[in-house]
């Protein structure tokens, strides 16, 4: 039935593209989005790939049916660093089955759970157009993931970084930051979803994760933050095609109080703690877009 419905879309076409005769450029620009339309039309798919059952590859279809390009994924733990999706996916099932075979947990430092979460860093780039021009997306994004049975947020903030190393501020510029954050089934109060920025440069953001539950449920679950350089079309530059290199962490804690202030550099996050906290801090790793 499928066959026989694209056989006769594919015959349709055929007959009607000589009268449509629609400009190329036109054409390539029906299939480029906002960015606001890219999130919109990818909302939902960090729930779908990147939450306990993880599968990179089906996650990076989606994304490039979309126009994305270049994805590059880091998993620290997992020994994932600036892997393709295939890559990143035969590693992350390699650890997984070891981490299962595990007799018991390891705790890292304080009484946090090793495999309480994961974090990966996950860079590509897709092609925009909107009322005020055209040119790509350069995404560099931290995926964080708790286990779905690990319900144990608390004070103070969890706290997100992603670090870019050195641009070419000709040819690119620091648009924009993204969030989106869900509880274990991937609902999503849009209301509030419990991340706060904290700080913005032109080559690195923080931010904090307020981890609380309710109902059982921990309501940052999993989730993804995003620091996105613009590279619009037709600017001089020596350098327009770059590589992008970005980095990003993710620090848990638990049962403490007061608060904290962050330093974050290309080379690491490192949080000062008004007062002692059980603490892990997972890095996704160095991702590279180009
Ligand atoms: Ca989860
Ligand atoms: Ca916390």
Known sequence: MKKAAYQLVAAVALVLTPMLAVPAQAEEKRQTFSYEEFRAA?????????????????????????????????NQVAGIINSTPEEAQFAYQLYARKAAAAASPD???????????????????????????????????????????????SAPDDAIGIALDAYDF??????????????????????????????LTTSNAVWRVRDRVSGFQLLVDHGFVAL????????????????????????????GGGTWTAGIS????????????DKLQKAGGVATIR
């Open 42 to 74: 990818s909302s939902g798919l960090s729930t779908k790939y990147l939450n306990d059952r993880v599968d990179y590859v089906a996650y990076a279809r989606e994304l490039e049916a979309l126009g994305a390009k270049n994805i590059r994924i880091s």
């Open 107 to 153: 705790y890292g430092v304080m009484d946090v759970p090793i495999n309480a979460f994961t974090a990966s860093t996950i860079a590509y780039n897709f092609p925009y157009s909107n009322s005020t021009g055209s040119g790509w997306l350069d995404n560099t994004e931290l995926h964080w993931n708790f286990r779905d049975n690990f319900v144990n947020g």
């Open 170 to 199: 000709n040819c690119y510029s620091a648009v924009r930051t993204w969030k989106e954050s869900y509880t274990w089934d991937g609902s999503r109060q849009t209301s509030q979803d419990y991340i706060y920025q904290e700080n």
């Open 228 to 255: 996105v350089l613009d590279h619009p079309n037709g600017r001089s530059c020596a350098n327009p095609n770059q590589r992008i290199v970005g980095s990003g962490w993710y620090e848990h804690n638990q049962d």
């Open 266 to 277: 290309f080379f690491g996050m490192s949080l000062e703690y008004s007062s002692e906290a």
